[in-house]
């Protein structure tokens, strides 16, 4: 059992890693099921499936007296975006352009500006000043549906641009984000998890490892390595520091989700209707 996860969180992690490859879809008591094995109660995990609802991720439809639970587009789209970005090999290439966003959102749709502000994080983008925001990557898809979600389309201006100085483009990198910062936090996470990698991979080995705590550890896992989706812009390598450990830290994740999801992923068929 494993409390420190948020329940929603939680949820988001699940239909990522497995529900999306079973349809899309999820009996609520399923769902409920699995979130025990976290330590989430069933009322927590109906109060979390509820708001992702009223925010438009999920979308719930009653089967005889059962309520199941699907993927919205906008869900869809959301976890296609994370997985591209969890389970990639490698840095993306660069064609060398900037994307520009920059909007002018009045003072009272101010709620509004801070969901923006988040999803443009999310998505890799750097505030370079006030309301204007950059990235190297092709990120048009995203940003079309980020507009249209939010209804923003006369408030927001979008540039593809070469840079032109007055310094180099990594000056530009680190006014935009911290990566050392990023940096320090794959080094704690390589620390933590090959450490845990070499003690499983041994216990596996052995058999003295149940499917249900495979399913545990391999959702904790990605659990975990999501949240640089919130820190780590996924810059080209051209942008990046020198002795960078995204790329150590990825390999590690890798390994360690293969080492646990066969497994894992038994477990959760066991249990998923």
């Known amino acids: 059992m494993d409390k420190q996860f948020n329940t929603r969180s939680m949820i988001f992690t699940l239909y990522g890693d497995y529900v999306r490859h079973y349809g899309s879809v999820i009996w609520i008591g399923s769902l409920i099921k ?7 109660n069933e009322q927590s995990v109906r ?4 708001r992702m609802s009223k925010q438009g991720w ?4 009653k089967r005889g007296n059962k309520s199941y639970y699907s993927l919205t587009e906008q869900g869809k789209a959301r976890m296609e975006e994370a997985s591209k970005r969890i389970y990639k090999s490698e840095s993306p290439k660069w064609d060398g352009n900037w994307r520009i966003l920059v909007y002018n959102i009045p003072e009272n749709k101010r709620r509004l500006r801070d969901e923006l502000r988040k999803e443009l994080v999310w998505s890799g983008f750097g505030n370079l000043s006030n309301s204007c925001w950059i990235t190297p990557n092709p990120l048009e898809e995203q940003i079309h549906r980020m507009v249209d979600k939010y209804g923003i389309r006369d408030y927001v201006t979008y540039f593809s641009a070469s840079y032109e100085g007055m310094s180099h483009p990594k000056t530009l990198v680190d006014k935009c984000w911290d990566l050392n910062e990023v940096n320090e936090k794959y080094s704690q996470f390589i620390k933590e998890y090959s450490e845990k990698y070499y003690i499983d991979q041994n216990l596996i080995q052995k058999g003295e490892v149940s499917d249900g705590t495979c399913f545990v550890k391999c959702a904790s896992l990605v659990h975990q390595y999501r949240k640089f989706l919130f820190i780590d812009p996924n810059l080209p390598e051209e942008l990046l520091p020198d002795r960078w450990l995204g790329n150590s830290a990825a390999t590690l994740f890798n390994d360690y989700h293969d080492l ?12 998923f209707e």
């Open 47 to 50: 109060a979390a499936i509820s």
């Open 34 to 40: 699995l979130l025990k094995e976290f330590g989430h």
């Open 58 to 61: 999920v979308k719930s439809e």
């Open 260 to 271: 646990l999801q066969p497994r894992a992923t038994r477990f959760f068929e066991n249990v």
